[in-house]
């Protein structure tokens, strides 16, 4: 089976490191690796606890609440993890809450 190595950058740890099957979404192989980078919600796109920013490779997205991820977030690399599905390797950064929708230089 094919899968893709995808990094998680968070900011004062270390970065996490798994394998994501193809097909299998982003959020399920970290919990399936046991990695305990991003918080864990409904799973189907819609709470957007798991809001990331994808800062590097391919990706196919699964239905996504736009209150979560709207069109202009998403076309900045804006995503849930758990409606993401690499297609190469990716390097993602998870966000708060605020950052996907606030510019840096805004947020206090
Ligand atoms: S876990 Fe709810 S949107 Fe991903």
């Known amino acids: 089976m094919t899968s893709h190595r995808v990094i998680v950058d968070v ?12 097909g299998t979404s982003v959020l399920r192989a970290m919990v399936a690796a046991g990695l ?12 957007g606890v798991c809001r990331i920013r994808v800062e590097h490779g391919e990706y196919t997205l699964g239905r996504m ?4 991820v709207d069109d ?3 076309a900045q690399g804006v995503a ?12 993602i950064t998870p966000l708060r809450p605020t950052e996907a929708t606030t510019p840096p230089e805004e947020n206090p």
């Open 11 to 22: 900011p004062g740890r270390e970065p996490g490191h798994i394998s994501c099957p193809r």
């Open 36 to 47: 305990r980078h991003l918080p864990v919600g409904c799973r189907s796109g819609g709470c």
């Open 65 to 68: 609440s736009a209150t979560q």
């Open 72 to 74: 202009t977030a998403a």
């Open 80 to 91: 849930l993890a758990c409606q993401l599905f690499p297609t190469s390797d990716l390097r």
